[in-house]
């Protein structure tokens, strides 16, 4: 079956949930996992977003930017090495990964190179509109990666 489960979270309500469904099949099937986090200026909870055709930013705002998003990436950081401390503590082998840039491609990539049998990940359940125009993560996933994917609905 499986024996490399991929786990992609975010900091969205729904990753709690994902996490308990991946270390579940986990546990069942004796796997090894794979906490991955992908930090985007794009999602939902990031604490800087550009406006894309602001012609300057002061030096003062972009040191805000710096610090607030060195804060974000400790609090992910901190987050995911909860969740694999948890795994640790139901004896399931797993590891962590968290990266800057854009999730579904960095997702696939790294699924392909750890050599994941399967991709659990989350989706919030937009709607189709916004998923036209924002994307879908999960969407990227499903149609693009080389292994199966599970998907936790919110």
Not at 30 to 38: P, Q, T
Not at 66 to 88: G, H, P, R, V
Request: aromatic share 6%.
């Amino acid at each position: 079956m499986y024996s490399k489960i991929l786990v992609a979270v975010d900091n969205s309500a729904i990753a709690e949930q994902v996490i308990e469904v991946a270390l579940t099949l986990c546990k069942a099937i004796e796997g090894k996992l794979m906490l991955v986090n992908v930090l985007s200026q794009n999602a939902e909870d990031s604490p800087i977003s550009f406006a894309p055709y602001a012609s300057s930013y002061s030096i003062d705002l972009i040191e805000k930017f710096k610090s607030d998003w060195k804060q974000y990436q400790q609090e992910s950081l901190q987050k995911l090495e909860a969740w694999t401390q948890k795994a640790k503590d139901m004896n399931i082998q797993a590891e962590l990964r968290q990266e800057n840039g854009n999730p579904g491609p960095i997702i696939c990539r790294l699924a392909k190179e750890w050599e994941a049998e399967l991709i659990v990940i989350g989706r919030r359940g937009h709607s189709m509109a916004s998923e036209i125009i924002l994307g879908s993560v999960s969407s990227y996933v499903i149609h693009r990666s080389h292994c199966s994917v599970h998907i936790v609905q919110s």
